[in-house]
């Protein structure tokens, strides 16, 4: 069945991964999550802090339209100097990694980032990417073992990635929620498919369309007797 529900709330700390490929509207989503950051955001959102493989200046030109204040490093060489000199500011910034994918599984700071700095002083992250999160390696590995929420956005890819994902996280139920999320998706405009490994209610685990205003939030359960 479909139910709707309360809006959708990232707790402080959350780390969060976009996925899908180029072109699948990432950029524009993750725009829209800031916009309505208010009501999605367990804790106040102020501040964004942007470390892009390119300079993004879309995310730029939507910062400065909305009113949130930003800084923007050109690739890691900075994390590990940003966390440890900012950590007590950064409880109510996002730290958000883009087009990175080639360096975010071989950076130290960014395992840091999403354990030490995530759990002991709620620093929350997003992380998008194009590439693949699901391999071999240590530093994959933690990154994978410690998202909170997956943005999985609609895409030829995402049958593989839904399968890949529930065999990881021993997520049984996901390719039923798949299929109810395409079977919905041919009547409702669903681009992505979100999954959180943080609520603590079972029931709300997976949903679409979590953004305010233009989109009504809905909960995916997969039927019990769906093969």
Do not use: W
Not at 100 to 125: C, D, P, R, W
Not at 171 to 186: F, R, V
């Amino acid at each position: 069945m479909e139910i709707s529900a309360p809006q959708y709330i990232f707790q402080t700390g959350s780390r969060i991964c976009l996925t899908g490929p180029s072109m699948s509207g990432k950029t524009s989503l993750f725009c829209k999550i800031i916009k309505h950051r208010n009501q999605l955001f367990e804790a106040e959102i102020n501040k964004l802090i942007m470390f892009c493989g390119i300079r993004n200046e879309k995310m730029i030109q939507h910062c400065d339209e909305i009113g949130v204040e930003f800084e923007n490093y050109q690739g890691l060489a900075q994390l590990e100097e940003v966390l440890t000199l900012k950590k007590d500011e950064l409880k109510n910034c996002i730290v958000l990694l883009d087009d990175l994918q080639a360096e975010i599984f071989i950076n130290a700071s960014v395992s840091k980032l999403m354990t030490i700095y995530a759990h002991h002083y709620k620093i929350g992250s997003v992380f998008i990417t194009s590439q693949s999160l699901y391999g071999p390696g240590k530093q994959q590995t933690t990154f994978n073992r410690n998202v909170s929420t997956y943005i999985l956005m609609r895409s030829y890819r995402l049958s593989a990635v839904a399968l890949t994902l529930s065999r990881q996280l021993q997520l049984e139920e996901l390719p039923k929620i798949y299929s109810k999320y395409i079977l919905g998706s041919q009547v409702s405009n669903y681009p992505y498919l979100v999954i959180s490994l943080e609520t603590p209610y079972a029931q709300l685990m997976f949903s679409t369309n979590i953004c305010s205003e233009t989109e009504h939030r809905q909960i995916l359960v997969a039927d019990s007797t769906q093969k």
